[in-house]
């Protein structure tokens, strides 16, 4: 069901966002009264470490920052017998669309908490770092308050509820930069330097992560389905659907995190968050984020799963679902994508750092009046070229908008180009950037 912020109280109908909206959550009395903490009780009293991963393993957890690995074959690839390894929580969320994992902050921050000390537990981990994106100051409080009262109670720290497990858990905002949330940036940010991304091989996390140990990275959302799995039951979870949040925004009456089985139809995610505008139909979607291809009306009872977007060339990404209907003019919206991971490229590499902004300079004269019919040929040269010839994924996340675009809409940028004036003038910022390849 949708999150909707005007019901207080626990949600049955919901796992993952079932304590969002009960008033004074992120306190640890209340927490605990709604059954918090109770995970970390009986794994660190009766389960060991090989136990907890175990759990985890066979509930088919797949990570929900992106990329959806199975989260307990991550776990399994570290080292355990390592004397220092780390692990990093990724709260940098800052895909367009992607507000799932602050709705689990601002509401139950306490769950990531657990999440947290359980999977320390399960791995040998003494110290784990939070990286927090940097404008989400509410969260940085709330979490800052739901360390501190774990602190106090003993589960955090020294001999945690008196076992021989220690953990210290440390909250490091970031400064706003996209990439920073690509695990490897991360880490790079993490220890102090500008978050560019590592080669990989040999800066795996897993074998040369922080501070070149051993590290495993999660996403806040993957660690928040940890104490659930530990309460009740990898069997009991995947009963559940799995449980799956998605973010859904754009032309919806109800927009918002939604949690619903993974795999539930793009259909039920509209009804969901309440339907499309009156009188409108729906015209596209982005079904995982601004850097997925696009979806289209024939796609409207497509499964919202790894595989069934795998197989339509698109993907799940982060669950971010952004829906279009028929007012949208696609072709703006491509080129504010496109500017976005222009301005989001961390300048490392050329496709990257010059391929997003020849798009968008191309985009941008086209949207002005002063595009060429060869300007389409151009944009699919370009968009060829930066697919499978970059440093780290950002580089490739306006291919995907381009080529569903120029399938699927190019009436629209031909319309644009068909009405091309020369006597109209260029808007300063246009004509003083760097020429593009064609001009
Ligand atoms: C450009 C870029 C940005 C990313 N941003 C995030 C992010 O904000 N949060 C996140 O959890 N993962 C993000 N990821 C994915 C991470 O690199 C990594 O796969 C993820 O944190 C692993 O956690 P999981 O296995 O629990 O999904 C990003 C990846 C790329 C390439
Ligand atoms: S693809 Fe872009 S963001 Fe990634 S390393 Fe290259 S320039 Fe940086």
Redo the contacts with the bound molecule.
């Keep these: 069901m949708t999150q909707s912020p005007g019901t207080l109280g626990p949600d049955p109908t919901n796992v993952l966002l079932r304590h969002v909206n009960v008033p004074g959550q992120h306190d640890i009395d209340t927490y605990v009264a709604n059954g918090g903490y109770a995970a970390v009780h009986r794994a660190l009293k009766e389960m060991n470490p090989d136990e907890v991963v175990a759990a985890v393993d066979g509930s088919q957890l797949r990570?929900?920052?992106?990329?959806g690995?199975p989260?307990g074959r991550?776990w399994k690839f570290i080292n355990r017998n390592a004397p220092v390894k780390y692990l990093v929580v990724?709260a940098?969320?800052?895909?367009p669309g992607t507000f799932k994992d602050r709705t689990l902050l601002e509401g139950d921050p306490n769950l990531l908490v657990e999440g947290i000390i359980l999977t320390s537990y399960a791995l040998g981990v003494r110290n784990a770092f939070v990286y927090l994106r940097g404008e989400y100051y509410d969260c940085h409080r709330l979490l800052g308050g739901a360390i501190r009262q774990a602190y106090e109670r003993g589960l955090l720290g020294e001999r945690i509820l008196g076992t021989d497990f220690s953990l210290d858990l440390v909250v490091h905002p970031g400064a706003g930069a996209?990439?920073a949330?690509?695990?490897t940036a991360l880490l790079e940010s993490l220890e102090g330097r500008r978050a560019m991304p590592r080669l990989k091989p040999p800066y795996f996390p897993a074998v040369m992560g922080l501070y070149n140990k051993p590290t495993v990275?999660?996403?806040?959302e993957?660690l928040c389905c940890v104490p659930w799995i530990l309460n009740h039951g990898a069997e009991w979870w995947m009963q559940q659907g799995p449980p799956q949040l998605y973010s859904v925004s754009g032309h919806v009456q109800n927009p918002g995190v939604v949690e619903a089985p993974l795999g539930t139809t793009l259909r039920d995610l509209i009804d969901r968050a309440g339907g499309l505008r009156p009188g409108r139909t729906f015209k596209a979607c982005y079904p995982g984020g601004s850097s997925s291809r696009p979806l289209v009306a024939e796609h409207i009872d497509v499964a919202m799963n790894h595989e069934s977007l795998a197989k339509l060339g698109s993907m799940m990404g982060?669950g971010a679902v952004i829906i279009m209907d028929d007012t949208t003019d696609m072709v703006k919206v491509i080129a504010r994508v496109a500017e976005f991971y222009m301005e989001e490229s961390c300048g490392k590499c050329t496709p990257c750092r010059e391929g997003t902004r020849w798009v968008v300079q191309v985009l941008e004269r086209i949207l002005h009046g002063h595009g060429r019919p060869s300007d389409l040929d151009l944009l699919t040269h370009l968009s060829k070229n930066m697919t499978g010839t970059c440093f780290?994924?950002?580089g490739e996340s306006v291919p995907p908008s381009l080529n569903a675009g120029l399938a699927h809409f190019r009436n629209e940028f031909e319309a644009y180009i068909a009405r091309s004036n020369a006597a109209v003038p260029m808007p300063v910022r246009i004509k003083e950037s760097v020429p593009v390849a064609g001009s």
């Design positions: 990570g929900r920052g992106g990329a690995f989260t991550k990724n940098d969320e800052s895909e996209y990439i949330g690509e695990e990275l999660n996403n806040v993957t982060s780290c994924p950002l």
